[in-house]
């Protein structure tokens, strides 16, 4: 049986999903943007950034030591998890292309691509960034927390969207008109695939750290993600040592203190005000970054 035909209203809307908006009008209750606004602006837009700098933050990390122990299994979970969310964006991809172009706006394609493809470098930066870096990945997690909420939005404009906004493609051959609806169930499942990355990525790596990187230098600052050190997260353990009844801190002993991040250690700061001082004394300049770095 055919499709039935699109009503004026449906294609009215799909004609102004079709253009910048950004207020997508009537359609969908009147509280949406257009379909081309979303693929510009929330879709394009952070996939294109964090493919400009995930290349070179690969690139840059690659050359740092590992500081994991063997036998962690948190690196696989991410991995598998960048790897299913590719998958699904790779099948949207699919059913966008084989939609009918009244359907589809002029960008619909290229976000679809530039969205699988920025999950492909996602996977191989947050392998790098996990088996490299001591803290959880800022990058990833700004980025997983931003287009969530894109992400979001755009489910609820592919799932209010009217399935039959076009029964009939150019040369009047019908089309399956679940497709949308599957591109809707597709938006969805990738959200929540999204939402669960969003909360593996912030996860404390310290326990499977190496012994050099859980101890001088390396306190519980220096190894907690980006929401961690947001919300001060990391100082709980302080405050509850500290509110317990009856208990006293051992600050001469250090025992109740976390450990200091070395960029913040006096003894650290004064050997690089001795290194900067000895190289004015002798009229040597210090490269900046040897100043930085200087132990």
């Not at 150019?170 to 909360?199: C, H, P, Q, R, W």
Request: proline share 5%; glycine share 6%; hydrophobic share 45%.
């Amino acid at each position: 049986m055919d499709p039935p035909a699109s009503s004026p209203v449906s294609a009215a809307c799909a004609h102004l999903d079709n253009s910048f908006g950004p207020h997508a009008g009537e359609c969908r209750g009147g509280f949406d943007f257009t379909l081309f606004f979303e693929e510009t602006i929330l879709t394009i837009l952070p996939a294109g950034l964090i493919l400009l700098v995930s290349l070179p933050r690969v690139w840059f990390m690659w050359r740092k030591a590992k500081k994991l122990t063997s036998g962690s299994h948190l690196a696989t979970v991410k991995v598998s998890t960048w790897v299913a969310l590719a998958v699904l964006q790779l099948a949207a991809l699919v059913l966008w292309s084989r939609l009918p172009s009244p359907v589809r706006t002029r960008t619909t394609l290229a976000a679809a691509a530039l969205t699988f493809v920025s999950s492909l470098a996602l996977s191989l930066l947050s392998y790098v960034e996990h088996t490299r870096n001591v803290r959880p990945s800022s990058i990833i997690g700004a980025f997983l927390f931003a287009t969530l909420l894109f992400d979001i939005a755009r489910a609820r404009t592919l799932w209010l969207r009217d399935p039959y906004v076009v029964s009939l493609d150019e040369d009047g051959d019908s089309f399956d008109i679940n497709k949308e609806n599957s591109l809707a169930y597709l938006a969805v499942t990738a959200v929540v695939v999204k939402g669960f990355l969003l909360v593996v990525e912030a996860l404390s790596k310290r326990r499977v750290l190496r012994p050099e990187f859980r101890g001088y230098g390396y306190g519980p600052e220096a190894t907690s993600g980006l929401y961690n050190r947001s919300f001060f997260w990391w100082l709980n353990p302080l405050f509850w040592k500290g509110f317990q009844k009856g208990r006293v801190l051992d600050v001469d002993k250090r025992r109740d203190l976390p450990e200091l991040d070395k960029h913040l250690q006096a003894g650290y700061n004064y050997r690089r005000l001795g290194n900067a001082w000895a190289a004015t004394v002798s009229g040597k300049s210090v490269p900046r970054h040897d100043l930085a770095h200087s132990c």
